[in-house]
């Protein structure tokens, strides 16, 4: 008896889970910039400079699941 296709199970819990680590990134980039402007008094930097950073971080991650949602080149999308 051949196994049920459940490759779109992967395709779903991969493609759900890139919301979240944008929202993550933005959240922890958010935190760090509050805590190094309570460090070193440099508001409203520490909180933009974090913000940015959490963006760029959760897009790189969230670009290589979306890379992982891609089929390898050279093979026959069904």
């Not at 779903?12 to 935190?31: E, N, R």
């Not at 790189?60 to 999308?77: I, N, S, Y």
């Amino acid at each position: 008896m051949p196994k049920p296709d459940r490759s779109w199970i992967r395709a779903w819990t991969i493609a759900s889970t890139i919301p979240t680590i944008l929202i993550a990134g933005v959240i922890g980039g958010y935190l760090l910039g509050r805590w190094v402007e309570r460090r070193w008094s440099v508001a409203p930097w520490g909180m933009v400079g974090g913000l940015i950073l959490g963006l760029v971080v959760g897009g790189r991650e969230a670009w290589r699941l979306f890379q992982q949602l891609q089929p390898p080149p050279g093979t026959k999308d069904a």
